[in-house]
């Protein structure tokens, strides 16, 4: 039996388990034997494979879990991003397949991971207590990593890293393998001695205890909701190439033939309305349009596509631009519209575009190379409209709160500055080359450019944070801290200023603060000692120009045309309740201040 279905939606995991011991143990049931580990939250987790054997080899995952949790995931190479990962959930342990990873953060759903296949093993069910899934999987001691390279589980090793993430809530449908589910409620990783759980008579065991059909679901779960895909693999176009790139419909249609509507509702504000013009994409993170109007879009798991757009906004015929799985967020064009930017985690690649055809030509070259593949692995990409030769690349950090990226030689929480007229052979590498635009932001995923060529960006701020109070330590996550505007500057003048993280943070709510009356944006400390404290911020980092709404969580950012607005998307975060929730928000700007830059009215 072949699964493809959900995974974790989590963040990196960082968090090691503390004081967890391994064992061996054997399924009386099954005669199959496990390396095991049981937290404390109650859920054991085990897994078998052959004795004396080098990847790919089968492997066996048991998970026994208190009834409680409505999923369960695991991690076979104790990171979320671009390994195999299992997710099994409580509806009678109904198997909920494997992903791999392609974006980060927990922005959006894993991907399905067609190299993996999935068979039950007798003892999977439940009973008024606890869940158990366990699976013969093929495919999950072997995957490919973000840039391709292969990595093998060490069948040897005695500490073998692996992770889980869990949450009391259910998918949205138990049934339905492609269903959407919430961000994990914990999440940790753990090393096993993998070599505790080889069997020697493996194959055997496997085949005396394979289950040939699925273990019963419950007659009350949903079904699989049906959608509309847009992806046709033709596409005839007359489109004429303007100067620059940019839309050139500017309807709004009330409605798009052959799309399904909107599953849930939108809100607008006065003189605003929205219409789905396309639906079945495989998470459409990033958009551009080209210089004929065609919108380009970059989605996460499987590559580019490209859509014609009709005069009134509904679009006429997509296709498959390139197949690049782990093309994940940043997208771009060139001013003139023949090369078309995009970035992985640890890449930014470029190609010869041709937009009266819609298509690449040549290979990729590589422009960036480099970066991490670990926590955030968002790189946006933007172009200034001053310097058209030059790009812009975000990175984000490698942790919730990574000390490490305090310093600026770290390359990490920060906006660096490219040359993409003189290219190194191999690509610039991101620590090492291009010039700094700002350092010391946590997460800045939305770039852009106001009316006087000056850059901003939107940064994600840390979760779970908490103050520290004469010796207490006091959760102040709810309320704090802010998400942030900031202003990044001059594209022609290099910015070494630092912004605060991953030592100061921005207040958005003073009295969500335990010991002390701050104003709203002002930024502390979180453990005043001789180096650092509250009242040191103001002279050693730059603060946001605007707060935003705490664990909101911004992906993207333009402004209009005159510059006197700034619209930003609005994610909302898994570490608040409520949640802030799916927003497009519109920050108003003020006239001109010294002629450089503009200001949050």
Known sequence: MRTSALTLWLAIVAVTALGQTTKRYC??????????????????????????????????????????????????????????????????AKLSGDRILTTTS??????PYADAEYS??????????????????????????????????????????????LSSKLPAQPANNMSTFNVHSSFSNYKIEITQGQNADFDNLVTV?????????????????????????????????????????????????????????????KGWKVTKVAGGLTQ????????????????????????????????????ILITQRNLNYGIALSRDGKTLYASSATFVFAWSYDVATMSLSGNASAIVTGMDSNWHVTRTLIIPPKHPKLMFVSHGSNDNFEYG???????????????????????????????QMSYGLRNTVGLAFDSNGMLWGVENSSDELHRNVNGTSVDIHIDNPADELNHLGDPSKENKEWYGYPTYYTCSNPDGMPDRKFEVG?????????????????????????????????????????GTSLYITIHGSWNRNPSVGFKIIEVPFSKEVNGLDRMPA
């Open 284 to 319: 459409p993170l990033g958009l551009i349009f080209d210089t004929a109007g065609n919108i380009l879009v970059i989605e996460n798991g499987l590559g580019i596509t490209v859509h014609e757009v009709l005069s009134n906004g509904c679009l006429t015929s997509s296709k």
């Open 522 to 562: 002002e930024q502390f400390f979180l453990e005043s000692n001789a180096t650092f404290m509250d009242d040191t911020c103001k002279t050693r980092s730059i603060p946001p120009r605007l707060a935003l709404p705490t664990h909101s969580a911004p992906l993207d950012a333009r402004f209009d045309k005159n």
């Open 106 to 111: 927990g922005l959006s759903l894993p991907q």
């Open 405 to 435: 990226a305090g310093d600026i030689k770290t390359g990490r929480s920060c906006v660096k500055l490219f040359d993409t007229t003189t290219v190194p052979a191999s690509g610039y590498d991101y620590a090492t080359f291009g010039t």
């Open 120 to 165: 039950y093993v007798k003892g999977t069910g439940y009973n008024t207590t606890h869940w158990t899934l366990i699976v013969r999987c093929r495919g999950c001691s072997q995957w490919h990593n973000v840039d391709g390279n292969l990595v093998s589980i060490d069948a040897g090793a005695t500490t073998q890293k692996l992770a889980y993430g």
């Open 27 to 92: 399924d009386t049931a099954t005669s199959i034997c496990y390396s095991g580990w049981t937290g404390t939250n109650g859920i054991t987790f085990g897994v078998a494979l052959p004795a004396s054997k080098s990847a790919p080899f089968d492997t066996i995952l048991q998970i026994v879990s208190p009834i409680k949790n409505g999923w369960v995931g695991f991690s076979w190479g104790g990171i979320m991003p671009y390994v195999p990962l299992t997710n099994g959930f409580v509806a009678f």
């Open 209 to 269: 205890n394979l289950v040939n059909e699925s273990p019963p679901i419950p007659s009350s779960a949903p079904t699989a909701s049906s959608t509309v895909s847009l992806r046709p693999t033709t596409l005839s176009t007359s489109a004429v190439p303007s100067a620059t790139p940019g839309p050139v419909q500017t309807g709004v249609p009330s409605s798009c033939a052959h799309v399904a509507k909107l599953a849930f509702p939108v809100n607008t504000a």
